[in-house]
């Protein structure tokens, strides 16, 4: 499977859509935008702050073996 985005900004975009659409093997998800706050995206990926990844970094650094 392979996922192209296209912006439906232009008219060239939407009839590329409508031809994409007529394809027998081809499937049209639409993705309607919703507003999310940057907590809820930072949720979905699992990010995390910029101090707890420094402290996870640090950490990893201290563990590291000494070959000098």
Same mark, same amino acid.
């Given at each position: 499977?392979?996922t192209i985005?296209? +912006?439906?900004?232009?008219?060239q975009a *939407? *009839?590329?859509?409508?031809?994409?659409?007529?394809?027998?093997?081809?499937?049209?998800? +639409?993705? *309607?935008?919703? *507003?999310?706050?940057?907590?809820?995206?930072? /949720?979905?990926?699992?990010?995390?702050?910029? /101090?707890?990844?420094? /402290? +996870?970094?640090?950490?990893?650094? +201290?563990?590291?073996?000494d070959h000098?």
């Open positions: 499977m392979t985005i296209i +912006e439906e900004s232009n008219p *939407k *009839k590329f859509i409508e031809f994409a659409r007529t394809l027998p093997f081809a499937t049209i998800v +639409e993705e *309607k935008r919703k *507003k999310k706050s940057f907590r809820q995206v930072c /949720d979905e990926c699992r990010s995390v702050t910029a /101090d707890t990844f420094f /402290d +996870e970094l640090n950490a990893r650094i +201290e563990q590291w073996p000098a």
